[in-house]
């Protein structure tokens, strides 16, 4: 059983270009979360996904930022027009049911240059 | 807002000594994480934590929950180089949000000769 697949795992923008992060859920797990890392920092909390709702985006920045978790297909966090501040290493997790322990995926890490 | 602060932030520590690492969070919360963190890596869960005076042991490390005193500490008995890592602890930040957990900002930890 595959763990949380992010995918790319590195990714370099130009600012002003979109980055398109992928997070495929653990097989049977049907609740996704996007966390953002800083350097030297704590995850910090964006957004929790079921299939096709979001559920919890208090954590979401209000611009340029959106997320989704589509019927088929892995979950994609979004960001338009990158600036500099968005580099960090963005970490999906998932659960089988909400409450229950997610596993987090190995991150995807951001450079905006 | 739910703030979780960890002490220290940096710990070097010689192989054979123990060592605890200090978790306060600021409001009322069901569940306390555990994570290592290794440079580049994704997290590994180590301790979940879900009652007032619950205590857990894994090979050198022990963790406990005081919840009347919002506090947890990860306790390192007799280090050993392998547990050098950032250790992070997290508090749920809602039970109506699933998996969305608040972290501390991450205790560097080296154990040396």
């Known amino acids: 059983n595959a763990g949380v697949m992010q995918n790319p795992r590195h990714l370099v923008r130009r600012r002003g270009q979109e980055a398109r992060l992928r997070c495929s859920p653990m097989?049977?797990?049907?609740?996704v979360y996007w966390y953002r890392q800083l350097p030297e920092e704590g995850l910090k909390f964006m957004v929790y996904l079921q299939k096709e709702n979001i559920i919890d985006e208090s954590g979401m920045p209000k611009e340029r930022f959106s997320a989704e978790f589509p019927k088929e297909g892995p979950s994609i966090l979004r960001i338009q027009q990158v600036v500099r501040g968005d580099s960090a290493a963005y970490f999906c997790a998932s659960s089988r049911e909400s409450n229950t322990e997610a596993f987090f995926g190995q991150g995807t890490r951001l450079t905006v240059v | 807002e739910l703030k979780v602060e960890q002490n220290p932030l940096f710990l070097s520590m010689q192989e054979g000594k123990n060592y605890t690492i200090y978790c306060n969070y600021s409001t009322t919360s069901d569940r306390l994480y555990w994570y290592r963190q290794d440079p580049g890596k994704s997290l590994e869960s180590l301790f979940v934590?879900?009652?007032?005076?619950a205590v857990k042991q894994e090979g050198r490390l022990m963790a406990s929950l005081d919840t009347k005193a919002r506090l947890s500490t990860l306790h390192i008995t007799a280090a050993v180089h392998d547990l050098s890592a950032t250790y992070f602890c997290a508090v749920d930040l809602s039970s109506n949000s699933g998996y969305a957990l608040n972290f501390g900002k991450g205790t560097s930890l080296l154990v040396t000769p």
């Open positions: 097989k049977g797990h049907s609740h």
């Open positions: 934590l879900l009652s007032n005076g």
